[in-house]
Structure formats: structure tokens, C-alpha cells
């Protein structure tokens, strides 16, 4: 079949193959067609090395498709339903799983890097986030797979199962926000848009977009913001719609020391900072002690958007089947698997209006 593999971490580019393999489903794992991915930002920090992976391996997190074989011991699953794919499938016994935090579920995580998913020749290969969706098929745990009703697009439900469920997640389950409350989103890319949206779903009264690249502005005007503009207005926004005061809510979707210090800067005293943007590990934010304790904020990390995903990617497509979620608006391009490093290139590039770019693999 093919597949788009990752050589070596540092790669510019992925060699796209058509001798690859995927490992024969276990008692409790699935095969899956994969009939869209949509291309993250965390595809490039793979391959860049911001996010561990494996090399050589198949990239790709944000998937879709349609359910080939089932193991033996799989009772809620069949051959042709339509499954969206989490690259964090809960394993529901493990401590995380058992208090209420299936999103931190470590051990199909550790699985990945220590159980190759495919081959390519001969040789073992690795799933990125034990998945690799720029594959015609994927063999996962039963468990990461989220059935669909037949009727949702594969492109829509691609972009639930990582940028939608991680960015409106991150208002709805981790934030919390409130109706009426100020928000400010740093980075207008799908996350952000989602995270936009989220604002908006709950019912915040004002929204700020936050992007150097003004050609995103636009976009994140129509998903919900109420304000837009590039970093060096920030302050200037801040006060015309806070005052003195600053936001309530401030959600970083960027991950850079700069931008996380930004976010804590806009919020008054007693706001929130959600750190949803995915950063390097040696990259340093700091604080003096006086700050943390004199101004009660509170830094919030979102993984995944604190989602529980068998619940929480069936509220997004009722949302999206009330017209309250615009998912289909999202996808900006979607393009052939020959044209997966094009999109990396214009996805590594800032993007301009991007928002999703989702890859058919029919």
C-alpha cells in the first residue's frame, strides 16, 4: 500500500512509498482504511524533532476511515463502520483512565514507541502518536477508534479526531469559560480557529484573534472573533476591550516561550492562561516568584484538549449538525496523497490562510 514515511528525524520531506505494510490486527486492535488525514502542525514537529518520533515511520495523527478487520476479542466494532482514529486511545482501567482523565492514558502511548505498526520493505517502521494516517491503512487499538454515523464526511471527521476535539476542547473541558467572558487567542491556525469556535460556543463576549499573518485574520473574524490583530496591537486591543484590566482567558495555541508570556501578560489577576500550542521541551518560559503568587492567575496545560474522546467527538458533530460548529469551513485545501509535501511546505511556511489541509487517500 502506500504511505508516506519519515526517513530520519530533521527530514525536510517524506518519501512517499507504495511498499509498505501494516502488522496484522491483535485480539483487540483494528485495521482501518484511512480515507482522509488532515495535516497538522504536530506532523512537522514530528519531523522536525519538537515532538518525539520514531524514524523511520509513517506521519500522520489526524485520521478517518473506514473499519477493514476487526480482532477476536472487538464487540464494538464491524467491518464497514466509519471510525474518526485518537492518536490517545483510553485503555479505561489504568489510574489516568479510572479518575476521569482517559486523555492522559499513557499505555497505548508507550506502546507506540516500542511496537513497530508497519513495514516498509523489509525494514520495521513506527506510527507517529501510534497511528500514521498518511497510510492507506492503520492498524490500531480498537479502543482509538470512534465510531460514526455513515452520513459524516470523512474530511469532516478527520479534522475532529486532533485540531477540533484539542482547541474547542480546550474552552469547553479545560477552561471552562463562561458566557460573557473575554478571550484572546494567540495563534489563528486550525487549533486556534478551533479554539475560536469554542469561545464562541460557549458564549464569550469577546473574542481576540491573535496572528502576525494578517491574511488570517479574515478567517478567524468569520469562525467567531470579535477583534483581530497581529501581535505588536495586542496591548492596544487589550485596553480598548478590557481596560485596565485585561482578559479573563488567554489561550496560547503557538507554544513558543514569547507567546506563552504573552498570553500571561494579557490576562488580569485571577485569569486563566491555557497552554494549548505544542513547544519544545528545552524551550524555557520564565516567571519571577513574586508574580505567581502575587497576581493568583492560573496556568492551565490542555492536552488534547482535556477530551474524553467517545463522548466528546459525538458533542462536535452535534454541534456541528446544529450549525453550531462550522467544520466543513475549515478545510481550506484538500489534496492527493502525491501532494502531502507540497502541503507540509505551504504548512511550514506560516500558512497564510490556511486552515486544514486534508489529504484524500481513496
Known amino acids: 500500500m502506500r504511505a508516506a514515511v519519515l526517513n530520519a528525524i530533521g527530514d525536510d520531506e517524506l518519501e512517499l512509498r507504495d511498499d509498505v505494510t501494516t502488522v496484522d490486527p491483535g485480539p483487540r486492535e483494528v485495521r482501518i482504511r484511512v480515507r482522509a488525514s488532515g495535516i497538522c502542525h504536530s506532523d512537522l514537529s514530528a519531523m522536525d524533532g519538537t515532538l518525539p518520533a520514531l524514524a523511520p515511520g509513517v506521519v500522520g495523527h489526524e485520521g478517518a476511515g473506514e473499519v477493514l478487520e476487526v480482532g477476536s476479542a ?213 516567571f519571577n516568584a513574586q508574580e505567581l503568587f502575587l497576581h493568583d492567575k492560573k496556568i492551565l496545560g490542555s492536552f488534547y484538549g482535556s477530551s474524553q474522546v467517545h463522548r466528546d467527538t459525538g458533542r462536535m458533530l452535534k454541534l456541528w449538525r446544529a450549525g453550531l460548529l462550522d467544520l466543513d469551513g475549515m478545510i481550506s485545501r484538500r489534496i492527493g496523497f502525491t501532494d502531502i509535501n507540497n502541503a507540509l511546505g505551504v504548512l511550514r511556511q506560516g500558512g497564510t490562510d490556511v486552515i486544514r489541509q486534508v489529504v484524500t487517500l481513496k
Open 74 to 286: 472487538v464487540d464494538h466494532l464491524a467491518p464497514g463502520d466509519h471510525v474518526t482514529l485518537s492518536f490517545v486511545p483510553p485503555c479505561g482501567s489504568c489510574a489516568s483512565c479510572l479518575r476521569g482523565e482517559p486523555y492522559l492514558c499513557a499505555v497505548h502511548a508507550i506502546a507506540a514507541f516500542t511496537t513497530p505498526r508497519f513495514r516498509v520493505g523489509t525494514m520495521p517502521a513506527f506510527g507517529y502518536a501510534g497511528l500514521g494516517t498518511f497510510a492507506d491503512e492503520v492498524v490500531l487499538p480498537a479502543c482509538g477508534a470512534v465510531k460514526i454515523d455513515p452520513d459524516v464526511p470523512f474530511e469532516t471527521a478527520a479534522l475532529i479526531a486532533c485540531g477540533v476535539l484539542t482547541g474547542v476542547g480546550a474552552v469547553l473541558n479545560t477552561a471552562k469559560v463562561p458566557p460573557g467572558a473575554a478571550v484572546v487567542v494567540l495563534g489563528c491556525g486550525g487549533v486556534g480557529i478551533s479554539v475560536i469556535q469554542g469561545a464562541r460556543i460557549a458564549g464569550a463576549a469577546a473574542i481576540v484573534a491573535v496572528d502576525p499573518v494578517e491574511a488570517k485574520h479574515a478567517g478567524a473574524r468569520r469562525f467567531g472573533a470579535t477583534h483581530v490583530t497581529t501581535p505588536d496591537g495586542l496591548d492596544e486591543i487589550k485596553q480598548q476591550v478590557t481596560g485596565f484590566e485585561g482578559f479573563d482567558y488567554a489561550f496560547d495555541v503557538v507554544g513558543h516561550p514569547p507567546t506563552i508570556r504573552a498570553a500571561w501578560d494579557s490576562v488580569r489577576r485571577g485569569g486563566s492562561v491555557v497552554i494549548v500550542g505544542a513547544g519544545r521541551c528545552d524551550a524555557m518560559v520564565e
